[in-house]
């Protein structure tokens, strides 16, 4: 994302909303997506007739994944018994299909049907049919404020997806746009609607008869799997359609969107509105060294990764200028900006499920590409829509909130739009932490989130999970979910820290085998070969004291 965190959205923009350019992973790097049918496809005799192929993954992204063994283990494939040509043109499941497209297997991919179909008015998504299919439905959330219909190939925790033998299904939420523009949403409460909570749960509902259709059986398991807002797609269906899935992961969920976007404007007015508040990229190293020094060895071990976040306690006033102003130093104002980051914001009013308040961020990690310049600062004092975490609150704000296209975000007073606010969280938010009828079906649910995360605070996370522990005890608790954190990793799954893990085979085994997941090992994204041990909150990988720095082996998951 820095890098447009376009990145932390997945893509910047979209021209039909049926082909996204190329994604950016974390660090930047393109991500090939999966190419497009013809504007006007044809009928064919065979599948194999006009068969097009897959581009190969990016090897940044993508490094030699390998089928999840907890994915694989059960299933007898299936084959299909309507050729993918024949589903053009009609209409199944309420769902107009508008093309579909035979993509032919390479050593990496295996081969599949490719379907772009509308459900009226302008809910649109994608589902791939492989050839060979593992019995299994596997539901893609999407990221910011929707808008494109993101490749399922392109999971940035997730990169073995595409080899599992899953139906696949992805969707834009009910519009057409950039993910950072909220501007659709002005007098259309259909698409509003959609983009809340019914876009998933109708969607699944027409591909479920579309895959009756193609194979002569619906899916015997449907999984969801969603980072960011997709997380927080995952959680509403969790707490409103609770027999839609089986199993869910929902990684750095934006369950709490309100309060996010209000602690998100909350920031962007200290750090564009107040009169010398702003910090430069230089002061915001400085800020990351300082932290890094205070909390990098409290976990035993000086390696460029604040680990034990619980422990790690910094004052910025450290940091204040003793004379003139400098790239060393922080000024009164640049102290204050930093305790607003991690400070929390506090209402007056209420938002759904009793929800009055939004936690601060924690400390550290500050510089990092997915760090304060993407969502805090941005680039420059005087461009506020070069920070990511301006740009979604105050899009949000404008057009899915209040409504007001002029309106000046960074001199809002949240109480003045109490009802406004409280009415969206209602509509939109998945802070509901009663889970019970979903755990009651067998549901299991995997939460994940990095502590480097500038975009959506870890802390919220924890706070979300700690209510659900209080609503059903933590032994009901335990028999359903599990939550892990990973150190030192940004949105989207940057950062010197590791959080790229298999969640969806420990959530398959959970669920189709018993297998209740313990500890895992998660391995870092990109930036050289690092694994840690990942953690069940709230314990925290702490080193054995000797090994190498850069193995999960040297490592043990300890209690704060």
């Known amino acids: ?22 994604l950016l992973t974390p660090t930047g790097t393109a991500v090939p997506s999966a190419p497009s049918p013809s504007p006007t496809p044809t009928r064919r005799a065979t599948e194999t007739a006009t068969a097009i192929n ?56 295996p081969e599949y049907c490719r379907v772009l179909g509308t459900i009226a008015p302008q809910l649109n998504f994608e ?13 893609v959330g999407g990221g910011g404020l929707n808008g494109v219909i993101l490749p399922p190939e392109v999971i940035f925790f997730q990169p073995s997806v595409a080899l599992d033998g899953y139906v696949t299904i992805a969707t834009d ?29 109708t969607v699944l509902g027409a591909v479920r008869e579309i895959v009756r259709e193609r194979y002569g059986i619906p899916p015997s398991r449907s999984y969801f799997l969603g980072e960011s807002t997709g997380g927080r797609e995952g959680l509403i269906a969790a707490q409103r359609y609770p027999g839609d899935f089986d199993g869910i992961v929902a990684l750095e969920p934006v369950y709490n969107m309100t309060a996010l976007v209000l602690a998100g404007n909350r920031v962007a007015q200290q750090v564009f509105s107040k009169p010398g508040a702003y910090l430069s990229a230089v002061k915001v190293r400085t800020l990351a060294q300082a932290t890094l020094a205070a909390c990098d060895d409290l976990d035993g071990i000086a ?27 922080l000024t009164d104002a640049q102290i204050e900006t930093v305790n607003t980051v991690h400070s929390a914001l506090e209402l007056s009013f209420a938002l759904a499920n009793g929800i009055y308040s939004y936690p601060g961020w924690p400390v550290g990690h500050e510089d990092g590409t997915g760090g304060w310049s993407t969502w805090i600062t941005g680039t420059s004092p005087s461009d506020p829509m070069s920070s990511l975490g301006f740009t979604l609150s105050d899009q949000t704000l404008r057009y899915l909130i209040i409504g007001d296209p002029t309106l000046d975000s960074l001199t809002l007073s949240p109480a003045t739009y109490a009802e406004k606010l409280a009415a969206f969280s209602s509509l939109v938010d998945a802070s509901d932490p009663n889970l019970a009828p979903f755990a009651g079906r067998g549901g299991k649910l995997i939460l994940w989130h990095g502590f480097a995360d500038y975009g959506v605070s870890g802390y919220s996370t924890i706070r979300y999970y700690e209510r659900v522990v209080k609503s059903l005890g933590a032994a009901a608790v335990d028999d359903f979910l599990r939550f892990y954190t990973s150190p030192g990793v940004d949105h989207l799954n940057g950062g010197p820290g590791a959080g790229t893990a298999d969640y969806l085979g420990a959530l398959v085994a959970w669920v189709e085998q018993g297998t209740a997941p313990g500890d895992l090992v998660a391995h870092r994204f990109a930036g050289g070969p690092l694994s840690r041990p990942l953690c069940r909150y709230p314990r925290y990988p702490h080193y054995n004291g000797s090994g190498d720095p850069a193995s999960a082996e040297s490592f043990h998951c300890a209690m704060p």
């Open 173 to 201: 939420s009910g519009h057409k746009g950039s993910p950072n523009d909220g501007a659709w949403a002005l007098g259309d409460p259909v698409a509003l609607e959609n983009f809340a909570y019914l876009s998933t749960h």
């Open 54 to 109: 897959t581009p190969a993954a990016s090897p940044t992204s993508m490094t030699s994944p390998t089928a999840s063994p907890g994915a694989t283990s059960t299933q007898t494939p299936v084959n299909p018994e309507v050729a993918c040509d024949v589903l053009a043109g009609r209409t199944i499941g309420g769902a107009e299909i508008r093309s579909t497209t035979f993509v032919a297997g390479t050593a990496r991919f």
């Open 1 to 22: 994302m820095g890098i447009l965190i376009a990145c932390a959205l997945f893509v910047a923009s979209c021209s039909d909303g049926d082909a996204p350019p190329p």
């Open 303 to 329: 390696d460029g990764i604040i680990s034990h976040v619980a422990a790690c306690r910094f004052d910025p006033a450290v940091l204040r200028c003793a004379g003139p102003d400098g790239d060393g130093c």
């Open 127 to 139: 589902t791939h049919l492989p050839t060979s299919w593992s019995g299994r439905a596997l539901f």
